[in-house]
């Protein structure tokens, strides 16, 4: 598989995730999967099911992330917008999230979420994680949680953080780790978007 079709297989496969949630996906989802992430009931009780019920991140950045009340963040690879949503409640108003995405449907989840709750310092945009449409410097954080092992320009993902994030701003990252070889009877990664 090439880089161009393992992207496209990865927005399908997610894009999947936000149009149908309730069908069966090749990786954990939803609320349940936050809350066995450490994401606290509680705190989840105040965010729209949309964003819920499509989550597909792999730890609760959001919630051990040291960011000031007044920071810009950048949330890469933001989904259907929890972790988004999550800080900008943090930031009390005086922040503001951008959650950019490559996946239409998660957006509309994500935005559809903010609305709900009348957010106005959480904003979302379409965007490639190793294209952004973004001034230099312009956040003082950026949180992202699980993009990594699913695009492989890497490279260009972390030349674009460098380039966005302000001398001196934060850097919050998750990815999943292999510790061992699969067997061979378990499917592989690259499977699962074929």
Same mark, same amino acid.
């Given at each position: 598989m090439n880089d161009t079709s393992l992207r496209e297989s990865v927005r399908a496969a997610y894009s999947a995730v936000a149009e149908q949630p309730g069908n069966r996906h090749p990786f954990p989802t939803g609320r349940a999967f936050a809350?066995?992430?450490?994401?606290?009931?509680?705190l989840l009780d105040r965010i729209p @099911? %949309? /964003?819920l019920e499509a989550f597909t991140g792999v730890t609760n950045l %959001?919630? $051990?992330a040291e960011i000031?009340?007044? %920071?810009?963040?950048?949330d890469l690879g933001c989904g259907a917008g929890l972790d988004s949503l999550v800080l900008a409640q943090r930031l009390n108003g005086s922040g503001m999230v951008l959650g950019v995405d490559f996946s239409s449907p998660m957006l +509309?989840? @994500?935005?559809? /979420? @903010?609305a709900e709750i009348c957010l106005t310092n959480a904003n $979302?945009?379409?965007a490639d994680a190793e294209r952004l449409p973004l001034p230099n410097a312009a956040f003082d954080a950026a949180i992202v949680n699980g993009i990594f092992n699913l695009n492989p320009a890497r490279q260009a993902i972390f030349h674009e953080l460098a380039r966005t994030i302000r001398s001196g701003g934060r850097l919050y990252s @998750?990815?999943?780790i292999l510790r061992e070889p699969r067997l061979a009877s378990e499917s592989r990664? /690259? +499977?699962w978007f074929t």
């Open positions: 809350e066995s992430l450490g994401y606290p009931p509680h @099911a %949309a /964003s %959001a919630g $051990f000031p009340h007044s %920071a810009r963040v950048l +509309d989840r @994500a935005r559809r /979420s @903010a $979302f945009c379409h @998750a990815e999943l990664l /690259s +499977d």
